[in-house]
């Protein structure tokens, strides 16, 4: 679809332009909560699908409120049924723009929408935890003899060495215990998509779960957490619109 993604501040600029929320199915009702800006929201529909709109504010700013009321009504949409939702500040030149790309994408949006449809989104990321370095120690053979050349020559240098071995070993270990996690997980999910990580974070998935899935789901992860809150510190976020399971507009950034 040929929606405009604003960066963080865009200034609309034209009357007409329409701020987007998300894609759904035709018969769904209009969203109560108020848009972006507190702006009214209504939906355009177009053969069988329809988009949740509302008047384009002045200035997108990435606001605490906006990103809530954004939320708030594809979290409406979702309740009623699959969404494809849109992120925050994506915009569209005027309804009969978008009723057009409605037409011309019709087939792809349908889809998509079957793909989604009776699913959530769940999203579990993973940070290390210092954990315990004599137990570490303990089954490390090269971790093992290095503590012991450290306490027989003390020094800044053999200390430095120590601890980066250490922490290059408790990262392996999070990153192991992410691997079991995830072995766990995924057959409960219809699809996975992976996230960015880093030293710290070393877990970061999306779930697709099935909605009447989802509470088999948490306390699958519950478990999870229990067998390896000593590498791995876990936390769960959902059920989310789909959005790291649909695909995004083709889109020209704003100004």
């Given at each position: 679809m040929?929606?405009?993604a604003t960066a963080a501040l865009t200034t609309a600029g034209t009357l007409g332009t329409l701020y987007v929320y998300g894609i759904a199915p035709e018969?769904?009702?209009t969203p109560r909560a108020p848009g972006v800006d507190g702006a009214a929201v209504r939906l355009l529909t177009e053969d069988g699908l329809c988009a949740a709109v509302s008047d384009a504010p002045e200035s997108v700013r990435a606001r605490r409120r906006d990103l809530m009321a954004h939320q708030a009504v594809l979290g409406e949409l979702a309740a009623q049924g699959p969404v494809l939702p849109m992120r925050f500040a994506?915009?569209?030149p005027d309804a009969e723009s978008l009723r057009g790309q409605l037409r011309t994408d019709r087939a792809h949006l349908m889809s998509q929408l079957d793909?989604?449809?009776g699913c959530v989104e769940m999203n579990v990321k993973g940070t290390v935890v210092p954990g315990c370095f004599a137990d570490l120690v303990r089954r490390d053979d090269t971790l093992r003899t290095l503590a012991r050349r450290t306490r027989e020559r003390p020094g800044y240098e053999a200390?430095?060495?120590?601890?980066e071995a250490l922490a290059k070993g408790v990262a392996r270990e999070a990153?192991?215990?992410?691997?079991v996690v995830l072995?766990?997980?995924a057959p409960l999910a219809v699809r996975t998509a992976q996230g960015p990580v880093d030293d710290e974070q070393?877990?970061?998935t999306s779930f697709l779960v099935r909605s009447a899935d989802e509470q088999r789901f948490r306390q699958a992860v519950a478990a999870q957490a229990r067998d390896v809150g000593d590498r791995l510190a876990l936390g769960v976020t959902g059920p989310l619109p789909c959005y790291s399971f649909v695909e995004a507009p083709s889109a020209t950034a704003g100004r």
């Open positions: 040929n929606v405009t018969g769904v009702q994506v915009l569209t793909g989604v449809r200390n430095v060495r120590l601890g990153r192991g215990a992410a691997r072995a766990h997980l070393v877990l970061s």
